[in-house]
């Protein structure tokens, strides 16, 4: 059977890397979450202090973004791959609302986004991958066979968003998630360079009803249609 590529876009905390992740395990194919990579840049940014409330210096960022190295590792026990920032796993500190405050600042940046959609492009070069992020079916893999662009209220991806982050522990009001998600959904659609957009070829996707067995199943029927 032929291997497709698979871009599911939309918008911050719509539910595309849950839907991604288990598409790819169904098609048994490869997942990549790029909106990880945007995070670990900027993680990275945080540690150095180039990046904090009321002061930037990204042109140091920029400086240094050949030294970031990053990989995604499997972790069979999870199911799904974990990503690392020069050899460290960082998963799990990349998912915090203070990394949420600044990604959106760090992923308008020209030279980052060209750093990693290479990399993003190179990974999916032999087919059978669901990429999950912004820009992918426009940018990243604008021949894809699949496109798909992912849409809900912004109440429904604020309160997905909150109940994520409180089961990790993390100490955060809805007020302030709401807030994140609609800055960083104004940042991500106007930013200069590869700003999100649907895709003319891409099926749009509301989920603010729908449960995730059937978005699920659903997609995955007009996924089996294209290969
Ligand atoms: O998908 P996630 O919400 O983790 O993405 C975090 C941020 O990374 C987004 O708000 C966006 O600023 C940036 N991003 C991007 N392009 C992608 C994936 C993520 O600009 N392909």
Do not use: W
């Amino acid at each position: 059977m032929q291997k497709i590529a698979i871009a599911i876009d939309g918008f911050s905390s719509t539910g595309k890397s849950t839907l991604a992740k288990q598409l790819a395990k169904a098609l048994n194919y490869k997942y990549i979450d790029t909106g990880a990579m945007y995070r670990a840049v900027t993680l990275f940014a945080m540690r150095n202090g180039f990046i904090a409330e009321g002061k930037d210096n990204l042109g140091a960022l920029v400086k240094l973004l050949p030294t970031i190295r990053l990989n995604f590792v499997p972790n069979e026990e999870l199911g799904f791959s974990e990503i690392y920032l020069n050899g460290e796993n960082v998963e799990n500190e990349i998912r915090t609302l203070q990394v949420s405050r600044f990604v959106s600042r760090v992923a308008e940046l020209e030279q980052v986004r060209h750093k990693l959609v290479e990399l993003q492009k190179a990974m999916g070069k032999e087919k059978g991958i669901v990429m999950d992020g912004r820009d992918i079916g426009t940018v990243v893999f604008p021949d894809a066979e699949l496109k798909v662009f992912m849409t809900a209220s912004t109440q429904a991806r604020a309160t997905r968003r909150y109940k994520e982050l409180l089961d990790r522990g993390d100490n955060v009001s809805y007020e302030e998630v709401l807030e994140n998600v609609q800055k960083r959904d104004f940042i991500d659609s106007n930013r200069e360079f590869s700003p999100l957009r649907k895709a003319d070829d891409a099926i749009e996707f509301d989920n603010s009803d729908m449960g995730l067995q059937e978005q699920f199943e659903r997609l995955h029927s007009i996924a089996l249609r294209c290969l």
